[in-house]
């Protein structure tokens, strides 16, 4: 499962207002959103690599016997979850894992997952679903993005020095009332994949900050780069992704890279893991320990 994403600006309205739970946004946050599509040439390719992502794993799950299908449902677009579980149902499966492509839980983000195949599922009781609510500390999750990590220092002259910067999407500010793991699970991940690499320091930021008036996590990504100074090297690593889409085309490529050079800053970010030999391991690696629990 996958977040969901408009294929096109005339979805971008509907898009939104399926995120806000059917409430439309003002006009000028919907132009602001196809601006920024625009920016990355009109749309996300999301659904395309969730699809790859999907299709690779079933080949990995079932390379020396047969294990089961792949189905790719999304939170907030087509395909919705609940258009895919039907499909899902008429193979008649004893067991379902439900699988979310976000490594770190939080209750905003990740119930609402559940929420929806729950919703999906209420007239098929008798199937056993295992819903998988975090993998941030998969081993093979930690390498694929180590071994990204290792790819994007060589582009740096080894003799100059790199700031490393990790990054996950924002959430509201309230989440620490609720004594939600995300931010402690995005430190875990982020100190493990360090010491893999060998890193002797880094930081972490957020970003991709709604367009609210509500208190988002910070230090925003934007903020960090305008602590360091001109000339500085700075490998930016968004361990809380697992694909490209805007959050990454745009947020990333396009305003963190233009703020960094408006400050004489080298900015590069790590290839995404989309369909890494390595990240397709450990989405396998989650499925088949999930499968040995009884």
């Known amino acids: 499962m996958a977040y969901g994403t408009p294929s096109s600006e005339d979805e971008i309205a509907p898009y939104l207002a399926d995120i806000r739970h059917g409430r439309p946004s003002r006009p000028e946050i919907v132009e602001k959103l196809k601006q920024r599509y625009r920016k990355i040439g009109g749309r996300s390719p999301l659904l395309e690599i969730t699809n790859a992502q999907a299709s690779a794993l079933q080949k990995e799950l079932n390379a020396n016997r047969e294990v089961g299908k792949v189905h790719v449902g999304m939170k907030h677009w087509h395909p919705y979850i609940h258009e895919v579980v039907p499909q899902i149902l008429r193979d008649n499966p004893n067991r379902i894992i439900a699988l979310v492509l976000a490594p770190h839980y939080s209750q905003m983000s990740i119930e609402g997952y559940k929420e929806a195949l729950v919703k999906a599922l209420s007239n098929s009781s008798s199937v ?46 309230r989440i620490l009332d609720l004594n939600n793991p995300y931010p402690s699970q995005l430190q875990a991940s982020s100190r493990t994949v360090a010491n893999l690499v060998g890193l002797r320091k880094w930081s972490f930021a957020y970003q991709s900050a709604g367009m609210t008036s509500v208190k988002w996590l910070g230090p925003d990504i934007l903020e960090k780069l305008g602590s360091y100074s001109t000339g500085e090297n700075v490998l930016v690593v968004p361990i809380g992704f697992v694909a490209d889409h805007l959050e990454i085309l745009y947020d990333i490529d396009v305003e963190a890279q233009e703020f960094a050079k408006d400050r004489g800053l080298r900015l590069i970010r790590t290839e995404s893991l989309n369909t890494s030999r390595t990240f397709i391991q450990a989405l396998a690696d989650v499925v088949k320990r999930r499968l040995e629990t009884s």
């Open 128 to 173: 056993q679903v295992d819903f998988v609510e975090s993998w941030y500390d998969n081993p093979l999750f930690h390498q694929a993005v180590a071994e990204k990590v290792r790819d994007a220092l060589r582009k740096f002259p080894s003799s100059e020095k790199v700031e490393v910067v990790f990054t996950a999407h924002s959430l509201p500010e």
